[in-house]
């Protein structure tokens, strides 16, 4: 660590903000100290908020179906290798049943824009989840849609919608999208669900295709301005479908070193160690809640189409039963002196005073 990137630290520290080409700075510069102290910081500011506590995600993965061509994702329409599924309402009720036995107090619904899922559709499946067990939470995580659309949801019981922004500079989104899909459109989505009354989740991956120093810098400053409730960061695992083919080395440790700024930039936010993190690094989700994130994110799905909804390869507890991946976490939650709770997990704006 350099004494310049020493002082940029102690500056988001207490600041909790940065100019953007320090962001950039501390990234192109960080070293290992530099993570470690940006850790030790990120976890205090964690506990004054929650504690040792770990909120937990019930995912149940509805649909496969995408109309949108990211280039970067393996449910993406023109792979036409991936076999698509949906499920039923019937289906989802029960995934959700079986995830409160396990004590599961959120279900996060997340599929492509599949357009068999109406406004109509997905309002009865929200409803009757909030009917089945109203003291969950329910949370979409269905793309892109009209402000109705998000209304009419949110009316019928949605507490929380996921819409990572995927990257907060404009031509770097454009590389990653073709044409018809619009970085204006996905920002003013997540306006509109923020102004519905939706607890918000934005996030990017980590290692995405022509991503730089810079336009991290742009996705921390959105963070700062946007300040959402959850925040989703995740590595950018390649799909053997997709154009792109590699991972730049070191995406854990960045991954890791980010969720460390975000949790100091925005202190209650609620931030993911993903699935993803854990796909590319045997502890990687242990390690992103050392790095200051509180919320892991299993998969409650059918065991028999999570192998389909593959966004990346190689992804986790593909074959495992729900059950065993709560256990599972909850022992390696543990490993790292956290607890996993059975809670909603809603976002906490106070301090905890005994602190
Ligand atoms: N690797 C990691 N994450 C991915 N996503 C899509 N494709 C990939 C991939 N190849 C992420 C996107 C999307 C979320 C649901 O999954 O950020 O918003
Ligand atoms: Fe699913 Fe470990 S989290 S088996």
Redesign the pocket.
């Known amino acids: 660590m350099t004494d310049a990137t020493r002082r940029i630290a102690e500056t988001l520290i207490r600041e909790h903000a940065l100019p953007k080409q320090d962001y950039a700075r501390l990234i192109r510069e960080r070293d290992d100290e530099l993570a470690k102290l940006l850790a030790e910081h990120a976890r205090r500011a964690r506990e004054r908020y929650y504690g040792s506590d770990v909120f937990t995600r019930g995912l149940i993965e509805i649909s496969n179906f995408c109309k949108n061509d990211c280039l970067?994702?393996?449910i993406r329409r023109s792979n036409r290798d991936c076999v698509r599924y949906r499920l039923t309402e019937e289906e989802i009720a029960a995934c959700a049943r079986e995830g409160y036995a396990l004590g599961f107090r959120t279900f996060v619904l997340?599929g492509g824009e599949d357009g068999y899922y109406t406004d109509e559709r997905l309002c009865s499946i929200v409803a009757r989840l909030k009917r089945e067990h109203p003291d969950c939470a329910v949370t979409l995580?269905m793309g892109e849609r009209e402000r109705d659309s998000y209304q009419r949801l949110f009316d019928a019981g949605a507490d929380r919608y996921l819409l990572?922004h995927?990257t907060a500079d404009r031509a770097h989104y454009g590389r990653l999208h073709p044409p018809e899909m619009s970085f204006d459109h996905r920002m003013a989505c997540l306006k509109n669900l923020r102004e519905i009354g939706y607890q918000v989740g934005c996030g990017f991956?980590v290692g995405s295709p022509f991503q730089t120093p810079e336009t991290l810098a742009e996705d921390l400053r959105f963070i700062e301005t946007f300040r959402p409730d959850m925040c989703g960061i995740?590595?950018?695992?390649?799909?053997h479908g997709t154009p792109f083919k590699d991972m730049p080395a070191g995406t854990a440790e960045l991954t890791c070193f980010l969720l460390s700024v975000i949790r100091l930039i925005h202190p209650p936010v609620l931030l993911p160690a993903t699935t993803?993190l854990g796909t590319i690094h045997p502890r990687g989700r242990e390690l992103g809640l050392l790095a200051g994130a509180n919320v892991v994110m299993p998969n409650l799905s059918p065991v028999a189409v999570r192998k389909q909804y593959e966004?990346?390869d190689n992804k986790l507890c593909t074959g495992e039963e729900s059950a065993q991946c709560r256990d599972c976490l909850d022992a390696r939650v543990r490993s790292v002196g956290c607890r996993l709770v059975t809670a909603r997990g809603d976002i906490r704006f106070q301090e905890k005073q005994s602190l």
């Open positions: 970067y994702c393996g997340q995580s990572r995927e991956m995740g590595p950018f695992v390649p799909h993803a966004l990346y």
